[in-house]
T-cell receptor
Framework: SAVISQKPSRDICQRGTSLTIQCQVD?????MFWYRQQPGQSLTLIAT?????????ESGFVIDKFPISRPNLTFSTLTVSNMSPEDSSIYLC?????????????FGPGTRLTVT | AQSVAQPEDQVNVAEGNPLTVKCTYS??????LFWYVQYPNRGLQFLLK??????LVKGSYGFEAEFNKSQTSFHLKKPSALVSDSALYFC??????????????FGQGTTLQVKP
């Protein structure tokens, strides 16, 4: 399975500021996703990061708030803009396998964001 | 709408005893089902999947899950629990609607506590 790293692993930010989270994969992947895990809750898909085109956002998530870049098949960034305490969450990127690992998603270690 | 339910917030078992973590689903069409585990301060790890074929699927760390179409369930099982199995477990279903390629819908999670 792919090895996924995220930076930063955690951060404490002031409201009104923005944070960019990086996701790096050790192999080329087609499908890359960004999820949010709010405290004590399950995971919710924010968007699918598409290489060479705009990300596909889920209902309730918009590009102005969560701009995403996907410059190549191994890297993506998620920015959390104009943060409020409600944005305090763990943000995870994931990639989907191919072949024998089709449909399996592998997750990065997550970025724990606290907004004060 | 597709959904996944994990009816138990927490499951407690004694080490060496069998364990079951319950999951039921609601989907249109054939379900693609998954189990993930989240250890404290770590990302999600893939355990197993059901796509097609045998109703009993085997996964990592000695876990298995049984797909039951008539009961729309996909319970996670292990014959003999270990203390190290203590973690948060998520059941998930892949959203197969055409506009949501790759999206996983997660249950709310079940905390497994294995006591020595």
């Amino acid at each position: 399975s792919a090895v996924i790293s995220q930076k930063p692993s955690r951060d404490i930010c002031q409201r009104g500021t923005s944070l960019t989270i990086q996701c790096q994969v050790d192999s080329q992947v087609t499908m890359m996703f960004w999820y949010r895990q709010q405290p004590g809750q399950s995971l919710t898909l924010i968007a699918t990061a598409n290489q060479g085109s705009e990300a596909t956002y889920e209902s309730g998530f918009v590009i102005d708030k969560f701009p995403i870049s996907r410059p190549n098949l191994t890297f993506s960034t998620l920015t959390v803009s104009n943060m409020s305490p409600e944005d305090s969450s763990i943000y995870l990127c994931s990639v989907e396998g191919t072949g024998e690992t089709s449909y399996e998603q592998y997750f990065g270690p997550g970025t724990r964001l606290t907004v004060t | 709408a597709q959904s996944v339910a994990q009816p138990e917030d927490q499951v407690n078992v004694a080490e060496g005893n069998p364990l079951t973590v319950k999951c039921t689903y609601s989907v249109s069409g054939n379900p693609y089902l998954f189990w993930y585990v989240q250890y404290p301060n770590r990302g999600l790890q893939f355990l197993l999947k059901y796509i097609t074929g045998d109703n009993l699927v085997k996964g990592s760390y000695g876990f298995e899950a049984e797909f039951n179409k008539s009961q729309t369930s996909f319970h996670l099982k292990k014959p003999s629990a270990l203390v190290s199995d203590s973690a948060l477990y998520f059941c998930a279903v892949r959203d197969m609607s055409s506009s949501n390629t790759g999206k996983l819908i997660f249950g709310q999670g079940t905390t497994l506590q294995v006591k020595p």
